[in-house]
């Protein structure tokens, strides 16, 4: 069972370009998440999508964007790479809670993005 | 929308002591309260959750106690261990399961 899997682990981007970070989980969550992890600012939310096809915006949206497609996959695309954008991205997915039954979020091991 | 403040950012104490990191939330409608454990260069990884019907859960060293009138939780770590240095998370989340907001995050050294 490999849990949560992004790609790739390592990437520098040069200012301008695009790329896409791909996120695949095997466990059949409906919740899919994008984090970033920068120093000092913990796990800011970037996109999350409760189901194929639904996509929403978290706390810091802007230059990126997200489909879903099938319940399994969620890559982040960023549009024109910004040295802002050098970060630690954490793909994320978990089952859907209702009412007080949270959920564990499990995330993927990180992609270590830098823009120069 | 939620907001989760954390506190210290930065703690260190002596193998053997205790160790307490605070948090507060601001959405009235936010009833689960996990807190993630994430060591040097890994992903983060749940040590231990809540629910806004329960006021305290323990598991061995680790505890956290929720106060939902003041909106704030706590995580508690006894006879620290060195293993136990590390960044660790508070998160808030709402009903359903939608959009997990996480605390700055508190740097834990542990000194042997």
């Known amino acids: 069972n490999a849990g949560v899997t992004q790609t790739p682990k390592f990437q520098v981007l040069k200012t301008g370009q695009s790329m896409t970070l791909q996120c695949a989980q095997d466990?059949?969550?409906?919740?899919m998440s994008w984090y970033r992890q920068d120093p000092g600012m913990g796990l800011r939310l970037i996109h999350y999508?409760?189901?194929?096809?639904?996509?929403d915006q978290g706390e810091v949206p802007n230059g990126y964007n997200v489909s879903r497609s099938t319940t399994e996959d969620f890559p982040l695309r960023l549009l024109s790479a910004a040295p802002s954008q050098t970060s630690v991205y954490f793909c994320?997915?978990?089952?859907?809670?209702?009412?007080?039954?949270?959920?564990?979020?499990?995330f993927g091991e990180g992609s270590w993005l830098t823009v120069v | 929308g939620e907001n989760v403040e954390q506190h210290p950012s930065t703690l260190s104490v002596q193998e053997g002591d205790s160790a307490v990191i605070k948090c507060t939330y601001s959405?009235?409608?936010?009833?689960?309260f996990p807190w993630y454990k994430q060591e040097l260069g890994k992903r983060p990884q749940l040590i231990i959750d809540?629910?806004?019907?329960?006021g305290e859960k323990k598991d061995q060293r680790i505890a956290v106690t929720l106060n939902k009138t003041a909106k704030h939780f706590s995580l508690h770590i006894t006879e620290t261990q060195p293993e136990d240095s590390a960044v660790y998370f508070c998160?808030?989340?709402?009903?359903?399961?939608?959009?997990?907001?996480f605390g700055a995050g508190t740097r834990l050294f542990v000194k042997a």
């Open positions: 994320a997915s978990s089952r859907m809670g209702t009412g007080v039954s949270g959920n564990t979020i499990y």
């Open positions: 466990m059949n969550h409906e919740y």
């Open positions: 999508s409760v189901g194929a096809g639904i996509t």
């Open positions: 959405d009235s409608a936010s009833n689960y």
């Open positions: 809540i629910r806004s019907n329960v």
């Open positions: 998160a808030a989340n709402n009903t359903g399961g939608f959009k997990t907001i």
